[in-house]
């Protein structure tokens, strides 16, 4: 215990939580296969950052996180990875069955960059993804969306509705959720899109307290990137 608390201090990690894992250095250490690792080299990535050092195992344990680090971070793929091994983990990954993994982000621009992300370590094992978002066109959405059937969805809290409503898609069986920028999404208003979405997931096992915490749902990542804080967010860290 000694010795991590030295490893987090060097890393400048501060964790709060019951029995929190240790942090890994390195992406030879946090059990991933061949393939992922083959792709983690492509995309140039040598070293996990500080925040994938401690946040990917966590995840990878099944923890809810909430993960605070500054823009550049490489938070993307903090929630990436992981997400990718739970979905594999997953026993029947039927095809046109509503996505597994959930990313929800506030704005479009940050939705097309996690998908971009998602696209590049999804090849690893041939999982689709799909983007939705507000500023293009609802019906070819539409179609992608229901067409495609992908894994892993992104989208803005709108839009994820939109698609829902018009039954291109549902979140029954999403286990992994995570909301990008979270306190950007209060910022911009989005909490009562953001609390129609959660309501939405995995409603057989749900038991919601309040909605940033989500008991037996098994994923809760949110990964925050601003250093203001949001009225919102506070609230519901000091309640959990
Ligand atoms: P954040 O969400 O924390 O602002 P991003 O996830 O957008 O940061 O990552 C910023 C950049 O760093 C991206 O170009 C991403 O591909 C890159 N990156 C992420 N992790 C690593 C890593 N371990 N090694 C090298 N580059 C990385
Ligand atoms: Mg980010």
């Avoid at 250095?25 to 070293?47: C, M, P």
């Avoid at 990313?103 to 590049?120: D, F, G």
């Avoid at 989005?190 to 940033?212: A, G, M």
């Amino acid at each position: 215990p000694a010795q991590v608390n030295e490893v987090r201090r060097t890393l400048d990690l501060r964790v709060s939580g019951a029995a929190v894992t240790k942090p890994c250095i390195s992406f030879a250490h946090f059990g991933f296969d061949e393939q992922l690792l083959d792709i983690i080299v492509k995309a140039g990535y040598t070293e996990p950052t500080g925040i994938q050092k401690q946040a990917v195992p966590c995840a990878l344990e099944g923890r809810d996180i909430i993960g605070i680090a500054k823009t550049g971070s490489g938070k993307t793929a903090a929630f990436l990875l992981p997400m990718l091994v739970h979905i594999m983990d997953q026993e029947e990954l039927d095809r046109n069955e509503g996505p597994i993994g959930l990313v929800l982000a506030p704005t479009r621009e940050l939705a097309q960059q996690i998908y971009t992300e998602a696209k590049k370590f999804a090849k690893a094992y041939g999982l689709k993804v799909a983007a939705v978002y507000g500023g293009a066109s609802k019906m070819d959405q539409f179609k992608d969306l229901r067409g495609m059937g992908p894994e892993i969805l992104v989208g803005t809290p709108g839009r994820l509705i939109d698609m829902v409503k018009m039954k291109a898609t549902n979140f029954r069986r999403v286990s992994y959720l995570v909301l990008d920028e979270a306190d950007r999404m209060f910022d911009l208003g989005f909490e009562p899109q953001v609390r129609s979405i959660c309501e939405n997931i995995r409603p057989d096992r749900q038991r919601l307290s309040t909605y940033l915490i989500f008991p037996g749902m098994g994923y809760l990542t949110i990964l925050r990137v601003h250093t203001h804080h949001s009225a919102a967010l506070q609230r519901d860290v000091r309640e959990e």
